[in-house]
């Protein structure tokens, strides 16, 4: 269903499988959301393992408003997500991973 090669990322919510994607949109979004400093300061997080489970939040949050998700943070917190806090920060560092991160010619 999701396509890397665009920047995609599959989250499963509640059984239903979604594209999650961080378009600039949802990064203004999510810049704006975060308490302290910016897109690299959150990038560097993922890189050194230093990221919370608010920054998994927001990153996947951002990434389904990406993909036209109409749902916010608080709804995300009544559902499951498929492969539970594990995949979810995986999915989050994929979507970090492919938002600047330019696919090769071939």
Known sequence: MANPW????EVTLDGERHAAKLTLGALA???AELVAGTLIDLVERFE????????VLMLIVAGLR??????TAADLLRVEIGG???A???AA?????????????G
Not at 93 to 105: C, I, Q
């Open 6 to 9: 665009a920047g995609e990322v």
């Open 29 to 31: 979004e999510l810049e």
């Open 48 to 55: 050194a393992g230093r990221f919370s489970t608010r920054d």
């Open 66 to 71: 990406g993909g036209g998700w109409q749902g």
């Open 84 to 86: 539970g806090p594990v």
């Open 88 to 90: 979810a920060a995986r």
């Open 93 to 105: 560092a994929a979507l970090l991973a492919r938002a600047f991160t330019v696919p090769d010619a």
